[in-house]
């Protein structure tokens, strides 16, 4: 018989609520500020994702998990395959790779958290410019997107730290033991 256990699920549920208010957010933000030269994402789940690969860097299911997440998200989102499908696995290898140079304090994972904000606004930048989707020049994207969600990917992680160290301590996702 299968051996089901809630409790390994807890963090990705939370992880697909969070995706689900990424879009939500960011769709309806853009509806509000009715400003082409702001694009705001969310991030959200890109927060609960490096998180956890920080916690756990050792768990390779994880990067299994980010690659369907990253398919949900391009499915449902940005109605083709490529963008979170690639790079949400891509981004959580890395920050398991270099999560044993990273203090577990507030600020160093703050600050892996903005490089990683930083690394994928620019590869959404190239992308949708390369596929003709951009709809924001060079300009605009230094001085008012990129800066705009730095910010609020600071302030999201300042408001939910607490809450996904603390889901990530208490509902380890398949943790792997080490000896």
Known sequence: ML??????????LYLLLALLLDGTFSLNFQQIVHNTHVNASLN??????????LDDDQNKKIIYLGLCFGLVSDWFYYGFLGYSLFLLPLTILAVQYISKAVPFTFTARLIVILLVTFCWQVYQFI?????GLGQVGLLDFITSGLPFSLVLSLILTILTYAFWNHLILKYPFFQVKVN
């Open 127 to 131: 992308l949708y410019n390369f596929f």
């Open 44 to 53: 959200l789940t890109m927060i609960g994702f490096v998180l956890l690969a």
């Open 3 to 12: 051996n089901f256990r809630w409790k390994n699920w807890v963090v990705p």
